[in-house]
């Protein structure tokens, strides 16, 4: 029945949007536990964001510990809370603002099914479930669901209704996730090419301002006569300038909130790589270790190594 009722329900007036950083983090849940060997029927964690109303804003997530009792699925509160004490303080002293509150939790699977009613109800019955099926690489695979109670029959039952959800991105974002995707498979992204040439393009404009203040460092000593003509062009260059010192402080916390985005996704990205990395080199070294059946072969294989060094 719980099937049924799940796959035949999917009218909801919950609006679901959902940023890319979200399934980055919880495509990286799914690999580590893939890596470590791990059940993936008792992983989870849960979505952080904002909700107004009926529409619900999920912007980043975190995985949480979950224990098995007597065969029951139950949540680890405790690691619940002191992870998102610790969110809390990071996204504290690096932007100066909350981490975003609980607005859902997610899970790995096609389908919710009757166990995981059981652990949304621990949950306090926060809005959203987001399903995440990780058996299917070669499409995104994400459905979300709202709890909701179902009073058809004699006696109201819980059960999960499918609501649509769409990707909400910034700009930050979008670079970022251009610059991850390009670096994990050619090493090198459009972002990098971009960035390079700016970093050209601001060297060069540096070096012209450099240009510029000595002219006018010779001038004022006199070691230089004033040119009438190129003072009045650098005092119309710098006429321009206000504008921007005015703003300069808003501009320098925007700037550094967006690095901070960035930053975060580049280095996911380059944990993910690594992660792939230590698994083949994990994996080649069971192969290696099986081909040396005794102790003799590593010991002939050590003595030809050291006589190729020598």
Excluded at 50 to 63: F, L, P
Excluded at 118 to 146: C, D, G, K, W, Y
Aim: include cysteine; charged fraction near 20%.
């Amino acid at each position: 029945w719980y099937q049924r009722r799940v796959r035949g329900t999917t009218a909801s007036s919950s609006a679901v949007q959902l940023h890319p950083l979200v399934i980055m983090s919880i495509a990286d849940h799914a690999t580590r536990c893939k890596i470590n060997k791990r059940d993936f029927n008792y992983a989870m964690g849960v979505l952080l964001g904002k909700q107004s109303g009926r529409d619900i804003e999920i912007t980043s997530s975190c995985d949480v510990c979950s224990d098995v009792v007597d065969g029951s699925w139950v949540l680890n509160r405790d690691y619940l809370v002191n992870r998102l004490d610790h969110l809390t303080q990071l996204a504290q002293s690096n932007c100066g603002s909350q981490a975003g509150d609980v607005v859902g939790w997610y899970a790995f699977g096609d389908m919710p099914s009757a166990r995981h009613m059981v652990m949304h109800e621990q949950m306090s019955e926060i809005p959203v479930l987001l399903m995440f099926n990780h058996t299917q690489p070669e499409e995104l695979a994400l459905r979300t669901f709202e709890g909701t109670v179902d009073g058809s029959h004699s006696q109201s039952r819980k059960a999960f209704v499918e609501v649509p959800h769409v990707m909400k991105t910034s700009e930050s974002e979008r670079i970022g996730i251009d610059h991850a995707a390009g670096a994990c498979v050619t090493g090198h992204s459009a972002v990098s090419d971009c960035l390079s040439s700016h970093e050209g393009a601001v060297s060069m404009l540096n070096g012209r301002v450099k240009v510029i203040c000595d002219y006018l460092v010779e001038v004022i000593e006199g070691r230089l006569e004033p040119n009438p003509a190129v003072i009045k062009s650098i005092s119309s260059l710098v006429s321009s300038l206000p504008l921007a010192k005015e703003h300069s402080q808003d501009f320098k916390v925007k700037t550094d909130q967006e690095l901070l985005d960035v930053l975060l996704i580049t280095t996911m990205s380059m944990l993910t790589k690594g992660i792939f990395t230590n698994q083949e080199v994990e994996t080649k070294s069971k192969v290696f270790s099986k081909g040396l059946k005794s102790r003799s072969d590593l010991e002939y294989f050590s003595a030809s190594i050291k006589a190729s060094k020598i």
